[in-house]
């Protein structure tokens, strides 16, 4: 599997892991002809059991098109995984260009603390 490798924990908060998953194709890939997705890796946040993770997409054009990344799916103590497509049906060649051109972003969080999942 792929996963996003680049994360880290917040300096100021730490009762929150945060992370960003960078905008590119070997990050997001296609699950379907209209779906992409990407594994989330979030080993850093050394959980010891799985919590609640909230996401959103970032970027510099069109990812205000995206729809469900914010569905979390497959949470384990070390990952999770989110799918996106777009809301006016673009092909997931199509959406992966995007990904990659107009630097979406998959931005998380979780509270280290909070109630788990």
């Not at 779906?35 to 990812?63: A, K, P, Q, W």
């Not at 990952?79 to 006016?88: E, G, K, Q, T, W």
Request: glycine content about 6%.
């Amino acid at each position: 599997s792929k996963y996003t490798n680049q994360t880290n924990q917040s300096a100021t908060d730490p009762t929150f892991c945060k992370g960003t998953g960078l905008s590119s194709q070997a990050l997001w890939y296609a699950y379907d002809n209209y779906t992409m997705t990407m594994n989330v890796d979030t080993t850093i946040c050394n959980l010891n059991e799985t919590r609640l993770y909230f996401t959103s997409l970032g970027g510099t054009g069109n990812h205000y098109l995206m729809q469900a990344y914010n569905g979390i799916y497959s949470t384990t103590i070390n990952s999770f995984r989110v799918y996106a497509n777009s809301m006016l049906g673009w092909s997931v060649s199509n959406m992966l260009s995007y990904a990659s051109s107009l630097a979406w972003n998959l931005n998380w969080f979780e509270n280290i603390y909070g109630p788990n999942y």
